[in-house]
C-alpha cells in the first residue's frame, strides 16, 4: 500500500511502513491491510512485513470509532459507485459483496487482538465462519452469508465473462441473499450501511 496516494513515494521502507500504519493510517487504510499479503520478493522483507502487519491488525481499538469509520467508509463507497439501473449490482448494491467484505474486515479488526486467528488471510467465507465458530456472529447466519458471497462471486464471474462493464442482475432472485447480508450488517453495526 502506498502512503499518500500518488503523491507518495513508490516504495518506502519497512520501518517508514511500521511508522505509517501505527500513526497516521486511517481506518480505512487498516482495511485493506486484512486482505494484503506478501506475494514476491525478497522473502525476509514479506516474513518481515507478515509480522507487521499481524502486529497491525492486533492493535486495540476503540470499537465506536471503528464503527463509525467502517459505515462512513462503506457510504462514500456507494455514493461512488451509483447505479441508475433496476438491476441489483452483485458488488456495489446493498446486500451485496461489499457489504460482506465489510463485515469481515470490521471482524477481523475489531477481534483479532482476541483471536489471533483472524489475522489469517484466508478469504472472506472462511472468515466469516471463523466469525461464527469463535461466536462474534450468530453461526447459522455467517454460514448464510457465506453462502450468499460464495453466489454472488460466482454470478460475478458468469456477467464479466460477457464482457458486460458491471456486474448487475435481476434483483428478485437475489432478495432472500441480500436479506441476509443485510441482516448480519445490521447484527454487526446495529444500523443500515446505506439506502437501500
Known amino acids: ?43 525476509a522483507i514479506g516474513a518481515a512485513f507478515e509480522i507487521e502487519r499481524d502486529e497491525i491488525l492486533r492493535l486495540p481499538r476503540d470499537p465506536a470509532k471503528l464503527t463509525a469509520d467502517v459505515i462512513d467508509m462503506r457510504r462514500r463507497m456507494h455514493a461512488g459507485h451509483p447505479n441508475p439501473t433496476a438491476l441489483f449490482d452483485l458488488k456495489h448494491d446493498p446486500g451485496g459483496m461489499v457489504d460482506v467484505e465489510f463485515i469481515v474486515q470490521f471482524l477481523v479488526l475489531a477481534h483479532t487482538r482476541a483471536h489471533a486467528g483472524l489475522a489469517k488471510n484466508v478469504g472472506n467465507i472462511a472468515l466469516l465462519q471463523m466469525a461464527g465458530t469463535l461466536g462474534l456472529v450468530p453461526t447459522d447466519l455467517a454460514q448464510r452469508v457465506a453462502d450468499a458471497y460464495r453466489e454472488f462471486r460466482r454470478l460475478q464471474h458468469k456477467v464479466r465473462l460477457t464482457g458486460a462493464p458491471h456486474a448487475r442482475v435481476e434483483p428478485e432472485a437475489q432478495a432472500p441473499r441480500r436479506d441476509v447480508v443485510d441482516r448480519l450488517w445490521r447484527t454487526v453495526f446495529g444500523a443500515p450501511s446505506r439506502p437501500r
Not at 505509517?20 to 487498516?30: F, G, L
Open 1 to 43: 500500500m502506498r502512503p499518500d496516494g500518488a503523491t507518495g513515494l513508490l516504495v518506502s521502507s519497512l520501518a517508514a511502513f511500521r511508522k505509517y500504519q501505527r500513526e497516521t493510517a486511517w481506518t480505512w487504510e487498516h482495511q485493506a491491510l486484512t486482505r494484503a499479503r506478501f506475494v514476491a520478493g525478497d522473502a
